[in-house]
Structures are given as structure tokens and as C-alpha cells.
């Protein structure tokens, strides 16, 4: 399984700012995916990074809002622009490993918090 | 229909005894299954997969897979106080990925 390390792991961030939150993968992967996981519910798939393309997002989240990098094949960004306190929440990024088609593996997270 | 459901629980089971975890799906194209714990605080953690009907077994958990009636089970033998924690069943179809609300277990000493 590949290992993910993500920064920041929390931040506290005011209104109409911008956060942007970098993955990191132990090995090259094709495929990323950037999760939202707000209090006490499950997780909402934001949009899968490939290297080379653009990302495609899922309904409900557009580019201006959250755009993603992927310069490489280990490293992703997402950036959450012109925050409000709506987009509190825990921010993850995975990746698929292991021999079976859609297992992913998830980095620890990151806990945003808008003011 | 939600695509992917679960009881929210709390489902509290005493310790040593069988814990059974449901998932309903709303299609019949979905492929693949999975399911995931998730501690408080923590990020997802990959349990079992299954992709075809039965049964798959792996150490104490079991995954249970019903295309016919569109369901998938795990099931944790023996369960400790360390298993207490949300489980997250997953269906891909294509290329979609969806996540259930999530189960959680209580394991009581």
C-alpha cells in the first residue's frame, strides 16, 4: 500500500482567503483523489487528479472553487479559494493501491477551519 | 434512493460476540465493494474488498457480496474494543465512487 502525508494537518483560516493543501505519495500513482469529509458525515469525493490532464470534478464542485494540481506522479494540490465558514471541514487525499482496481488509500487529512 | 445506505447505528455488540455490518446499493452495475474503518479523528482505512458474490474471508472479518439483492455485508468475528469505529461501505460503478453514510460500532468490554 502506498504511504500519503499531507500539510498542513489543521489550519484556521479566515473568510475570503485561500488554503492550499499538498499531498504527497511514497510511490508513483496514476490516479488521486481529493475527499471532503464534513463533521460527523461521510466522505464526498471533490474530484480525481491524473497527471497531464485536468482534474475531473464531481457535481457541486467546480475549478474557481477548488483547483488541483498534479505536476507529477506522487504529488497533489488542492486549493480551497475564497473560503467561508461552509467549507469547514476535513480535507483528504487518496490514492489507488494494492492489486485490486479502486482500492484506495488515504492520507491523514486536513482540518480546516474557517473563521 | 441514496445510492449507498447504511444504518447509522450505534450498533453496540458486547465483546467476543459476532458484529454484522449492512450495506444496500441502489444498482445493479456497481462492480466493486469496499469496505473501510474510519477511528474518530482519523482517516479511512481500507478493510476488505470484494468484487464478486459470496463470501471472502480475512482473518476475523468476513465480506459478503449479493449483486441479485444488491446488498454487502462484513461481518466481525470475535470483536475486540479496538474495532469500535465508524465502518464505511464503498461501491464503485465505472467510474464512480461512492461512499455509504457509515455504520458505527460500539464494542462493549
Known amino acids: 500500500s502506498a504511504v500519503i502525508s499531507q500539510k498542513p494537518s489543521r489550519d484556521i483560516c479566515q473568510r475570503g482567503t485561500s488554503l492550499t493543501i499538498q499531498c504527497q505519495v511514497d510511490?508513483?500513482?496514476?490516479?488521486m483523489f481529493w475527499y471532503r469529509q464534513q463533521p460527523g458525515q461521510s466522505l464526498t469525493l471533490i474530484a480525481t487528479?491524473?497527471?497531464?490532464?485536468?482534474?475531473?470534478?464531481e457535481s457541486g464542485f467546480v475549478i474557481d472553487k477548488f483547483p488541483i494540481s498534479r505536476p507529477n506522479l506522487t504529488f497533489s494540490t488542492l486549493t480551497v479559494s475564497n473560503m467561508s465558514p461552509e467549507d469547514s471541514s476535513i480535507y483528504l487525499c487518496s490514492c489507488l493501491g494494492g492489486l485490486g482496481f479502486y482500492e484506495q488509500y488515504f492520507g491523514p487529512g486536513t482540518r480546516l477551519t474557517v473563521t | 434512493q441514496k445510492e449507498v445506505e447504511q444504518n447509522s447505528g450505534p450498533l453496540s455488540v458486547p465483546e467476543g460476540a459476532i458484529a454484522s455490518l449492512n450495506c444496500t446499493y441502489s444498482d445493479r452495475v456497481s462492480q466493486s465493494f469496499f469496505w473501510y474503518r474510519q477511528y474518530s479523528g482519523k482517516s479511512p482505512e481500507l478493510i476488505m474488498s470484494i468484487y464478486s458474490n459470496g463470501d471472502k474471508e480475512d482473518g476475523r472479518f468476513t465480506a459478503q457480496l449479493n449483486k441479485a439483492s444488491q446488498y454487502v455485508s462484513l461481518l466481525i468475528r470475535d470483536s475486540q474494543p479496538s474495532d469500535s469505529a465508524t465502518y464505511l461501505c464503498?461501491?464503485?460503478?465505472?467510474?464512480?465512487?461512492?461512499f455509504g453514510p457509515g455504520t458505527s460500532l460500539s464494542v462493549i468490554p
Open positions: 464503498m461501491k464503485t460503478s465505472y467510474d464512480k465512487v461512492i
Open positions: 510511490s508513483q500513482v496514476t490516479m
Open positions: 487528479a491524473n497527471q497531464g490532464s485536468e482534474a475531473t470534478y
